[in-house]
C-alpha cells in the first residue's frame, strides 16, 4: 500500500501510520529511511498493537523530496517537517524516538517544541557531535558523489556509501544533507530540557562519541547500553525493543 503524503515547505514528506493508541513519532536516521530504520526491524510490529506509530521518510531519503541544496537539511528544517506531520494529523501530543540522525532532530525537538511530547528516545547519538562520522564528513561526501566507487579508500565513507546505495537513495540529495553543519549541542539548551529522556547505544557503536557524556548533560537521562551492538544491528536489539517499551509506559 502506498504510503500517504503531505507537504511540508513545499517538500513532499511520505509516512507510514499504524496502529492505535497513544501516538509515537519515529524519525530514522540518515541514508536510510522508515520502512529500513523502523518497519524491517520490527518496531512497528511491536509498537501498533499497543500505539499509533507513525513514521516519516525525512527529506532527502526514501519517498519523500529530496532538495539538492544543503540549507533544506537545517536541523531546523528537519524538526518542522515532524512538527508539520503531527500537525497535519491533528496529534497535540506523543512519543518521540529517533535514530542517528533521526536523534539529532528529536534532541532539537526535545529543546525546541517540548510541549508537543511525552517523552523521548534517542539512540545511536553521542555527545560531541552527532555522529563520530561527521569528523571525516568531508570524505563521506566525496564517496557519494564520486562516479567510480572502486576507487574510495576510506572505510567509513566507503561503508557509507554502500549502505545508501542499498537503500537506492539520492545520492546528491544525501551529501547536501550531510554538508548542512548540525553536530554542535549547546550544553545550557540540554541543561533545560525538562522531558523524560533515555539514550540508547551500542558498546561497539564506533561511530558515536560520548553518549555517557550527552546523558549527563540531561537532567534526569536514561543510559541503556546494548552489549555487543554497533551503530547498525542496535537498532532491531530485543532489549533496546523491552526498555524503550518500559520507558513509554512509564511515561
Same mark, same amino acid.
Given at each position: 500500500?502506498?504510503?500517504?503524503?503531505?507537504?511540508?515547505y513545499? !517538500?513532499p514528506i511520505?509516512?507510514?501510520?499504524?496502529?492505535?493508541?497513544?501516538?509515537?513519532?519515529?524519525?530514522?536516521?540518515?541514508?536510510?529511511n522508515?520502512?529500513?530504520?523502523?518497519?524491517?526491524?520490527?518496531?512497528?510490529?511491536f509498537l501498533?498493537?499497543?500505539?499509533?506509530?507513525?513514521?516519516?521518510? =525525512?527529506?532527502?531519503?526514501?519517498?519523500?523530496?529530496?532538495?539538492?541544496?544543503? =540549507?533544506?537539511?537545517?536541523?531546523?528544517?528537519?524538526?518542522?517537517?515532524?512538527?508539520?506531520?503531527?500537525?497535519?494529523?491533528?496529534?497535540?501530543?506523543?512519543?518521540?524516538?529517533?535514530?542517528?540522525?533521526?536523534?539529532?532532530v528529536?534532541?532539537?525537538?526535545?529543546?525546541?517544541?517540548?510541549?508537543r511530547f511525552?517523552?523521548?528516545?534517542?539512540?545511536?547519538?553521542?555527545?560531541?557531535?552527532?555522529?563520530?562520522?561527521?569528523e571525516?564528513?568531508?570524505?563521506? !561526501?566525496?564517496?557519494?558523489? !564520486?562516479? *567510480?566507487?572502486?576507487?574510495?579508500?576510506? #572505510?567509513?565513507?566507503?561503508?557509507?556509501?554502500?549502505?545508501?546505495?542499498?537503500n537506492?537513495?539520492?545520492? *546528491?540529495a544525501?551529501?547536501?544533507?550531510?554538508?548542512?553543519?548540525?553536530?554542535?549541542?549547546? #550544553?545550557q539548551?540540554?541543561?533545560?530540557?525538562?522531558?523524560?529522556?533515555?539514550?540508547?547505544?551500542?558498546?561497539?557503536?564506533?561511530?558515536?562519541?560520548?553518549a555517557? *557524556?550527552?546523558?549527563?548533560?540531561?537532567?534526569?537521562?536514561e543510559?541503556?547500553?546494548?552489549?555487543?551492538?554497533?551503530?547498525?544491528?542496535?537498532?532491531?536489539?530485543?532489549?533496546?525493543?523491552?526498555s524503550?517499551?518500559?520507558?513509554?509506559?512509564?511515561?
Open positions: 500500500m502506498p504510503m500517504p503524503t503531505f507537504v511540508s513545499g !517538500i511520505n509516512y507510514l501510520d499504524e496502529g492505535g493508541g497513544d501516538p509515537v513519532v519515529l524519525v530514522h536516521g540518515f541514508a536510510s522508515a520502512k529500513n530504520n523502523w518497519v524491517e526491524p520490527g518496531w512497528v510490529r501498533s498493537p499497543r500505539y499509533r506509530v507513525i513514521a516519516l521518510d =525525512q527529506r532527502g531519503h526514501g519517498l519523500s523530496g529530496k532538495p539538492h541544496d544543503s =540549507q533544506s537539511y537545517d536541523a531546523r528544517m528537519l524538526a518542522a517537517d515532524v512538527v508539520g506531520l503531527m500537525d497535519h494529523l491533528r496529534i497535540e501530543k506523543a512519543f518521540l524516538m529517533g535514530y542517528s540522525m533521526g536523534a539529532m528529536s534532541l532539537v525537538l526535545a529543546m525546541s517544541h517540548p510541549w511525552r517523552a523521548v528516545v534517542l539512540g545511536g547519538i553521542g555527545g560531541d557531535s552527532a555522529t563520530r562520522s561527521l571525516g564528513r568531508d570524505a563521506i !561526501i566525496r564517496a557519494l558523489l !564520486i562516479e *567510480k566507487p572502486d576507487s574510495i579508500d576510506d #572505510p567509513v565513507a566507503k561503508t557509507f556509501r554502500t549502505f545508501a546505495e542499498s537506492r537513495n539520492d545520492l *546528491k544525501l551529501a547536501a544533507c550531510l554538508a548542512c553543519d548540525r553536530s554542535r549541542h549547546d #550544553p539548551s540540554l541543561g533545560r530540557i525538562a522531558l523524560p529522556v533515555m539514550l540508547v547505544i551500542g558498546t561497539r557503536d564506533v561511530l558515536v562519541a560520548n555517557d *557524556k550527552l546523558a549527563t548533560s540531561i537532567p534526569g537521562a543510559l541503556v547500553t546494548l552489549e555487543g551492538r554497533d551503530h547498525l544491528n542496535a537498532v532491531g536489539d530485543k532489549r533496546y525493543k523491552e524503550v517499551a518500559k520507558f513509554f509506559a512509564a511515561h
